[in-house]
């Protein structure tokens, strides 16, 4: 008998988010009895598929569930069907509401570049293998939220955006950054655009006093962004936590997603309230959508950090150990092209690590690492 249950809110959404979800579940159903818990599963409707159901991007009833849960697994939104919609009731409207509604302030996008998935990679071999970051990415301030905004006039129209963050809110978000920094290499680098902005100014100021009045035993490094965005291609093994705003952030994780090749393998995960969401970075691809092309990993790896934040670690465990025993055996979905790799279907893959992460739950992996996958290959 089980004796955990977790209750997930699952909002796929559209495009790819609902097939590259149900292997995340499948995945987690398979190591959820060897580990000794339940989940209990309801799905909600949100962004285009919102609009859809109630008209809205953020149902009501889809928010009330997500409030109540103990986590949400989150898809993807937005498509061609829902591009002519008025601003404030686009399918990423929803998100960005959920988001807000839920407190989830601090957004986690790890960045791993495993030796066996170098070569995906559109840079070299020797600059990406062994790259390990975690990016740090403020969610629900900055420009994304500030007021006023809009676009007025007629003739000659205005828009306007306003990116402001106060100290309490950069505050919270450097002391989630250097935490992480402390369970990795004690290495922050904060990027702003001090150099221009005075937001930046300000967080470059707090950033600052919160390393040296509260973690003193952690090296900070301040980059303008477009620095940032230089280094992290030129030699991405110099990062350890990334810390930045919204939008910075935004962009950043894109690109910090080509060092592995795929967006389809870049997780996150968005906390700071009650409950979690977790969410693959990458969006809801409509081209690709129900063709079997999407790579589920991303997804699954949320799930990975989800049982992190209940405290299921072996569970979490497995299923990484899953997602890289199968890109270690050449398995790769269409996105992630490697010479002599073997080509499977987004629920072919998730079968396939389903199968590894079941074998790891019930046969703990060795004190000095995981078993060989010769041995597991299902
Ligand atoms: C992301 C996405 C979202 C964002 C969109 C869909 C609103 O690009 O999670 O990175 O800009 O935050
Ligand atoms: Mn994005």
Redesign the pocket.
């Known amino acids: 008998m089980a004796e955990r249950t977790y209750d997930i809110a699952w909002l796929p959404g559209d495009g790819i988010g609902r097939e590259v979800t149900e292997q995340a579940l499948r995945v987690l159903e398979a190591v959820a009895q060897g580990a000794g818990f339940r989940l209990d599963v309801e799905e909600h409707p949100v962004g285009g598929a919102g609009l859809d159901a109630a008209g809205v991007p953020l149902p009501d009833a889809t928010r009330a569930a997500c409030m109540s849960a103990a986590a949400v697994l989150f898809g ?3 498509g061609p069907a829902w591009d002519d919609v008025a601003a404030e009731l686009r399918p ?2 929803g ?2 509401q959920l988001r807000k509604a839920l407190g989830a302030f601090a ?1 986690l996008r790890p960045v791993a570049v495993s030796a066996a998935l170098a070569d995906a990679s559109p840079l070299r071999r020797e600059v990406v293998a062994g790259t390990d970051l975690l990016i740090v990415r403020e ?1 629900t301030g900055g420009i ?1 939220f500030g007021t006023p905004r809009g676009i007025s006039g007629e003739v000659q129209r205005t828009a306007v955006n306003t990116m402001v963050y106060d100290e309490h809110e950069i505050v919270r978000i450097a002391r989630v950054a250097f935490r992480w920094a402390q369970q990795r290499q004690g290495h922050v680098t904060s990027v702003d655009k001090a150099n221009v902005l005075e937001v930046s100014r300000l967080w470059r100021e707090v950033v600052t006093e919160v390393q040296r009045e509260e973690f003193p035993d952690i090296a900070l490094q301040h980059l303008y962004v477009d620095n940032a965005a230089m280094q992290l291609v030129r030699d991405p093994r110099s990062f350890d936590v990334v810390l930045t705003g ?1 939008l910075f952030g ?1 962009v950043l ?2 690109l910090a997603a080509t060092l592995p090749g795929s967006l389809g393998l870049l997780p ?1 995960a968005s906390l700071g309230g009650r409950v979690g969401l977790f ?1 693959p ?1 990458h ?1 809801s691809a409509p081209d690709i959508a129900g063709t079997g092309k999407a790579n589920p990993m991303a997804a699954i790896l949320s799930a990975a950090m989800l049982l992190d934040e209940f405290g299921e670690t072996a569970a979490a465990r497995a299923v990484r150990y899953g997602v890289s025993a199968a890109i270690q055996a050449g398995y790769g979905t269409a996105d992630l092209r490697r010479d002599g790799h073997t080509l499977l279907s987004t629920e072919e893959m998730g079968e396939r690590i389903a199968a590894y992460a079941t074998l790891v739950i019930h046969h703990p992996p060795m004190p000095n690492g995981v078993p060989e996958v010769a041995v597991l290959d299902p």
């Open positions: 993807a939104v937005g990423e409207s998100l960005l957004n969610l994304y919204n935004d994780s894109d996150s969410e970075v969006g």
